[in-house]
């Protein structure tokens, strides 16, 4: 049993739909924000399922069933062909959508990149982004969008250790051509994800082919000259996966598998952990108990110094905050998959082709898995407590759970733990963010909150 919050005020939340909508209902406010088309019900059942311009889909909240989706069978649940489709200009055949002998040897050759090692070397880069925020943050107004600020930081961080410092071009114009290139990502629609019919109208579909060639330009330039040129003093993600292998097959990455996984890096990996940052920061302006005792634990071990890797393991608390961010606003708050061969889920018969839907807002919002499902509460994750398995799935599950979750951690951990320590935040009336998922769970207006020097 966790721990009752004092106050009992939720923190802001999606309104699920509680009647039964037609198509044209449902699509509007997919539109408008995807979330909007769960139905209430998700909370409270195992499995909801319907049907939406001809497409028929299954929302699935069990646990066990859902390890069957992300585990036992794997095979006949890859990701829907039109995610396929629409990421593969931006990201390639990468590990992120290949399927079965493709994406396993890729899986395996990337693996060593994200041991606790190589990550720790490359955190005094996370440690910079955090320093740099604090110095933009003492010359703004008081009243400071802290999504903008997560955005720049974790910017910060992916392109240092991806592709900077080693193209015949300055870093600036890496950094822009990444910032398009995620701007460019950034606005795949939700309807292709969730594997809706193609006469059904999208926003802004269509990558601008100009941004992507010059990104790939960019990319196979840096990784040309890295390779002539050897790795850096620390390595980083490109020298790292440079070096990976497949040790089964012996098979190494070529110039365009290196890119296209590098890429990928970047959109999986840039805007999820400035939103986590986003969140939990908001999280702690909601409950300025809960920032106080984050505050004196980050105070207590950094004792005024910028956090590093090595601080991580004596900041619990500070975990618990970014895991309890990451239940309430899980940044990829739908994943979904067409299945491949019948199945049956919960009793239910799925047939090949429907559209299996994991709505991880709901899962981590369900009423039999978590206790006042809706309310911030950090002592959930008090004392290494682990939640029932498959049932807390920020980062997905099973064999293509997110390789970059430590990396991510790692980086919330020493960003958040060196603002908190220096700065105090509050909310502004009548400007909370609402959630809103367009490819990811954003905060809709941002997060301005008032920042006060320590
Ligand atoms: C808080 C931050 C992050 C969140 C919430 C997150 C979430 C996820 C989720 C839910 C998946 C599984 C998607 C699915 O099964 O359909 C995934 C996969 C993946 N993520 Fe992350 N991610 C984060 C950070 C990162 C970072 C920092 C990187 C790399 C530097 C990264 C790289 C990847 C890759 C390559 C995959 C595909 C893995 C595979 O299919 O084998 N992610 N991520």
């Known amino acids: 049993m966790t721990k009752v919050l004092r106050s009992g005020i939720e923190p802001p939340k999606v309104k699920l739909v509680t009647e039964v909508w037609g198509p044209i209902k449902s699509l509007m406010a997919a539109r408008r924000n995807i979330l909007e088309i769960i139905p209430e019900a998700a ?14 889909w299954h929302m699935v909240m069990d646990p066990k069933a859902i390890g069957r989706i992300l585990n036992e069978n794997l095979d006949i649940y890859p990701k829907s062909d039109v995610t396929k489709n629409l990421l593969k200009p931006a990201i390639g055949d990468s590990m992120f959508i290949a399927e079965g002998a493709h994406w396993r040897w890729q899986r395996r050759a990337a693996s ?58 300055g870093s600036d114009a890496v950094h822009n051509a990444i910032n398009r290139y995620i701007d460019q990502t950034a606005r795949v629609s939700l309807f292709d994800i969730l594997g ?32 002539e040129n050897g790795a850096k003093p620390v390595p980083d993600l490109l020298d790292l996966l440079l070096e990976g292998e497949d040790p089964e097959t ?34 702690c302006a909601f409950d300025p108990e809960v920032q106080e005792k984050l505050r004196t634990e980050a105070r207590s071990v950094l004792q005024g110094r910028v956090a590093t890797a090595d601080d991580c393991a004596a900041l619990p608390y500070t975990e618990q905050v970014i895991k309890e961010a990451l239940r309430l606003y899980p940044p990829a708050a739908f994943i979904s998959r067409t299945i491949q061969a ?19 807002y709901a899962l981590h919002r369900h009423h039999d898995l978590w206790d006042r499902p809706d309310q911030f509460d950090p002592e959930r994750f008090a004392d290494g407590h682990k939640p029932e398995r498959y049932s807390y799935l920020p980062f997905g599950g099973g064999p293509r759970i997110c390789i970059g979750a430590q990396f991510a951690m790692i980086e919330a951990k020493i960003i958040l733990a060196t603002l908190i320590a220096r700065y105090g935040f509050e909310r502004i009336a009548d400007r909370d963010p609402k959630p809103v998922m367009v490819l990811t769970l954003r905060p809709e207006g941002g997060v301005p909150l008032k920042v006060t020097r320590l």
Not at 217 to 225: E, G, Q, V, W, Y
Request: glycine content about 6%.
């Open 342 to 360: 019948d199945d049956m889920l919960c009793g239910r018969d799925i047939k090949r082709k429907d559209t299996v839907m994991l709505p991880i």
């Open 196 to 227: 809706l019919p193609g006469w059904i109208p999208r926003p802004s579909r269509i990558f601008q082919p100009n941004a992507l060639k010059q990104m790939k330009r960019i990319a196979n330039d840096a990784i040309k000259k890295r390779k």
């Open 112 to 169: 060593p990149v994200f041991t606790h090692r190589n990550i720790a070397n490359l955190a005094p880069i996370m440690s910079a982004a955090a320093d740099t925020t604090c110095a933009r943050i003492n010359t703004a107004d008081d009243t400071v969008d802290m999504y903008e600020e997560m955005v720049a930081a974790t910017f910060e961080v992916i392109s240092n250790v991806t592709f900077s410092g080693s193209g015949a071009m």
């Open 43 to 56: 909370t409270k059942q195992p499995i909801v399922s319907g049907r939406t311009g001809g497409v028929r």
């Open 250 to 283: 012996k098979r190494k990455m070529e110039m365009a598998e290196l890119r296209d996984n590098l890429l990928t890096f970047i959109v999986a990996g840039h805007e999820t952990t400035a939103l986590t940052l986003s969140w939990a920061l908001y999280l």
